[in-house]
């Protein structure tokens, strides 16, 4: 596979995650992870695992009735069947209790290429800014 339809499937990954927030889709958004991934969100500890990834989202989503994510890819290397590179999102959100939040961020990813189609094998969240609105 070239480079180019790599990236592609990358960015794809990326697609599905932010889709799968928008849509509040467990099954989608789950799709964007590695069956091994890692996930870094606040810590103290990572989570591991695909399945624990997506119980520990569900249980974060729960907290806020409306979000919507915008994401932009940043740069990526690519190294055979893994990847690393960073995206930055954008996130308008409202909280249980009302309070409208904007939030500021960068991943840092690896990725994984597993028959054909790429996830995120490790994802590194860092808040950059946050407001409430």
Known sequence: ???AKDIVGI????????????QRDADLWSTSWDKDAEWYLFGPDT??????????????MAGF?????HGTQGDVVVDGDTATG??????LA????????????QY????RKRDGVWAFSYRRFTMLDTEEC
């Open 47 to 60: 989570v591991v695992g695909r399945d624990a990834i997506v119980a520990a989202w569900l249980d974060a």
């Open 94 to 105: 409202r909280t249980v209790d009302g309070q409208r939040l904007r939030v500021m961020g």
């Open 108 to 111: 840092d990813d690896r990725y």
């Open 1 to 3: 596979m070239s480079e």
């Open 11 to 22: 960015n794809r990954a990326l697609a599905r995650y932010i889709d799968g927030v928008n």
């Open 86 to 91: 960073r995206s930055y999102s954008s996130e």
């Open 65 to 69: 009735p409306f979000v919507v994510m």
